[in-house]
């Protein structure tokens, strides 16, 4: 497969789970048929915007094998972490709008005094809670990178392996609440397919080793 087709299937994979995601939410199908003037049905979606979609493609942008300098790769590489980043925020708010009348928070109800009765749920509330402070983490990460760049410091050097298991677990999580969610067979093998095709082109699809070579010498590097 030539670089440009790699390129196009990567993109495809990352826009598709954003597009099928939104279908499934407010088409009149099983599971879906939201109202889009509903806070909850955007959680999902801005949450695969954020995670199979953006920061997948912002790993990606390291991956792409075009000439590029690598300046370029990491400005790419930043706006669109930063926008996963703000999808992320903006899909949190969402649930957090969604459950505030029912104080419904950390997979527990508050007015009831009872937790959430399915395990898949608290477990896909908690790996949230710590994926939105990994991201957070990762942003501030990113910016001291930037700051240092170009000294000879090297400094966060698992900023990189931090981003892919974010982009991995961020996945699975999905496919928990994928598991969970009321939608047919088909449609769940559908994203199901898409989200783990999104975090093995993330998280797992190799660099090239002189890519590789080139970005951390150009990352830690001194003064010539």
Request: with cysteine; net charge positive.
């Amino acid at each position: 497969m030539t670089a440009m087709a790699l390129n196009l299937t990567v993109a495809t994979v990352s826009l598709s789970c954003v597009v099928l995601t939104a279908v499934a939410m407010f088409a009149p199908l099983m599971g879906g048929g939201m109202d889009p003037k509903v806070w909850f049905g955007w959680h999902p979606v801005l949450m695969t915007l954020a995670f199979p979609c953006l920061m997948t493609l912002g790993r990606w942008s390291y991956l792409t094998g075009d000439s590029r300098p690598l300046t370029s790769q990491r400005a790419l590489h930043g706006i669109l972490m930063g926008l996963g980043s703000l999808a992320m925020l903006l899909g949190y708010l969402a649930i957090f709008e969604a459950h505030l009348p029912q104080s419904k928070f950390f997979a527990y109800d508050f007015k009831a005094g009872a937790w959430s009765p399915d395990w898949k749920r608290v477990v896909h509330v908690y790996l949230g809670y710590a994926l939105i402070v990994a991201v957070l983490a990762q942003a501030f990460m990113g910016a001291r990178k930037l700051q240092v760049l170009g000294t000879g410091q090297r400094v966060l050097t698992f900023h990189g392996s931090l981003g892919k298991a974010v982009i991995l677990l961020a996945c699975f999580n999905i496919i928990i609440a994928i598991r969970f969610w009321g939608w047919s067979t088909p449609m769940k093998v559908c994203l199901y397919a898409l989200t783990i095709a999104a975090g093995v082109f993330g998280a797992l699809w190799p660099r090239p080793s002189k890519a590789s070579e080139g970005e951390d010498a150009s990352l830690f590097a001194g003064p010539a």
